[in-house]
């Protein structure tokens, strides 16, 4: 693998940009600015999922699984090295919202209890915060952005107090450029002794995580975003505290053991959150995703999709009637917009046409964000470090060149 590789002519920002392309088979097919959706994979990954797939179909299912017992384990600790923590300290989870609700649903909150959360939350997030205020009667609060749209700290430290009994937040939003200060919102939660639930989705696998100086309680993320796992693959990182005093919602006879017929005992490390029943062939796959983005080093991966998104955003900036949206002052390789006239699932649309992958990022899944900025919908273009320079200007140009184009006419926004 390239990972290893330190510097040569085709080295950038000490990544082997062609090895990693060519590692990748997708890059041959597409330009694939979708990895806030699903990346594309490396074939190490695919390969591993296929064979292993193979193998179950050959041997049976429970059978290829006590063979492969080690290598399934492995991926528990290749996340855990991922995000600075220990095997024991990570549950896996079929996807990240799953996960985010076996930490969020476990944890005791009653009447009167207060949440903190941010404006650019996903919805799948407040939905839950809704359910428990309906069925418990908790307070929900949004914490204000500041003047470059992130989350204000000092407005949250101003929000605290004894009943604050959680601070749930977004790190990188679905839908946008966006980095929270997770850490500083740590040092808030730490000093409140409030439980702190990051939603890591969209900033595992492009940025370097370290739970420990985040100081959060729990971490949700994904296997198939910038982490380039397979689909359907999701942890949940939980402190110590959080394995001592948090039940999860439901278990069954992997999360606790029948210990006589009236009484049971929990697992006491994170496999607490899991299910008996997983998808083994993914799960390895996921384990290889997590090694490969460890080789190639979180910063490196780090500066190259910030230096391709600000390219990404500088040529945007320069197209007539293109309008991007990012905000806050540390920008991540998510890149929204907007064009005059024409609704975005047009954009992407004409596009995918020319084999460009793009995503719309529409307001019911940041409500609060959107209504408040009055936009209904945006273009999401996510670059990764596989992505090239030339794809970023061949984006640009494609855009434009769309953007010319009369047969978008139909398409027009109604005023
Ligand atoms: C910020 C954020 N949180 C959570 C999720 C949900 O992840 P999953 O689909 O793996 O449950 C997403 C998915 O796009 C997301 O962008």
């Known amino acids: 693998m390239s990972a290893g590789a330190t ?19 997708g890059c041959a097919e597409v330009i694939h600015f979708n990895n806030a959706g699903a990346a594309l994979p490396p074939r190490a990954v695919t390969d591993a999922v296929h064979e292993y797939s193979a193998r179950e179909a050959l041997i049976g299912g429970y059978e290829a ?9 492995a991926t528990r600790a290749a996340l855990a090295a991922l995000l600075g923590a220990r095997p024991h300290q990570l549950a896996l989870i079929e996807n990240a919202t799953r996960a985010w609700d ?42 204000p952005d500041n003047e470059f749209g992130e989350i204000d700290t000092e407005a949250a430290a101003r929000l605290l107090g004894p009943d604050v009994k959680l601070i749930s937040i977004t790190h990188v939003p679905t839908h946008g450029g966006l980095v929270n200060p997770a850490e500083a919102i740590g040092r808030l939660a730490r000093s409140a002794g409030c439980y702190y639930l990051l939603d890591a989705c969209q ?6 995580i370290d739970v420990a100086l985040i100081g959060c309680d729990f ?11 397979p689909r359907g693959t999701g942890f949940l990182y939980a402190s110590e505290r959080a394995l001592s005093e948090i039940e999860p919602p439901f278990i069954d006879g992997h999360a606790a053991t029948w210990t006589a017929v009236d009484s049971y005992e929990l697992r006491r490390d994170a496999r607490r959150f899991e299910n008996w029943e997983f998808n083994c062939a993914t799960r ?29 955003r500088s040529r945007l900036a320069q197209i007539e009637g293109v309008r991007v949206c990012d905000l806050g002052r540390t920008q991540c390789g998510i890149v929204s917009f907007l064009c ?68 978008l006419n139909e398409k027009l926004l109604p005023h």
């Open 284 to 312: 390895i796959g996921l384990g290889v995703a997590a090694r490969y983005a460890s080789a190639l080093g979180l910063e490196a991966i780090w500066q190259r999709v910030q230096s391709l998104a600000a390219r990404l």
């Open 340 to 407: 005059r006239d024409v609704h975005p699932e047009a954009v992407k649309t004409a596009l995918a046409r020319q084999r460009i992958n793009v995503s719309v990022s529409d307001l019911a899944w940041t409500r609060i964000d959107m209504d408040a900025r009055g936009i209904p919908a945006l273009v999401r273009a996510s670059v990764h470090y596989y992505n090239s320079e030339e794809e970023v200007d061949a984006f640009a140009a494609a855009l434009a060149a769309v953007l010319r184009s009369p047969s």
């Open 102 to 143: 076996m930490a969020f649903y476990g944890l005791p909150l009653a009447s009167g209890d207060r949440i903190l959360t941010c404006r650019s939350e996903y919805a799948s997030n407040y939905l839950a915060y809704l359910q428990v205020r309906r069925r418990r009667g908790v307070r929900i609060e949004v914490i």
């Open 203 to 208: 900033s595992v696998g492009q940025m370097p």
């Open 219 to 229: 971490l949700s993320s994904t296997g198939r975003k910038f982490l380039r796992g």
């Open 7 to 25: 510097s040569n002519a085709r080295t950038v920002h000490g990544i082997d940009v062609a090895a990693v392309r060519a590692e990748t088979p």
């Open 65 to 73: 699984a006590e063979a492969a017992a080690d290598e399934i384990e």
